[in-house]
């Protein structure tokens, strides 16, 4: 993950004015993330990556290839 947001702070030192992420259920994660990167130095805006879901076998597919992690609330509310 730090290589990750160095890769982003040369980035943004470059000149990049915003960045937006993998998408992202769990908000405690990217706060988290968010505050790794202001640590680092990185100050533009962060905006967190969302995919609309449209069923919920392609959500658990989604959620399933990119390792996002997902609330158990959030997987029981979308069954209902």
Known sequence: MW???C???L???AGAEVIVT???YDTDIFLK???NCRE???KCPIVPGIMPIQN???FLRMTGLC???VHHFRSLTLLA
Do not use: N
């Open 67 to 69: 390792k996002t992690k």
């Open 11 to 13: 980035q943004v030192d």
């Open 40 to 42: 680092i130095g990185i």
């Open 22 to 24: 993998q998408l992202f």
């Open 56 to 58: 919920y076998k392609g």
């Open 33 to 35: 993330f968010v505050s």
């Open 3 to 5: 290589c990750l947001m």
């Open 7 to 9: 890769m982003w702070l």
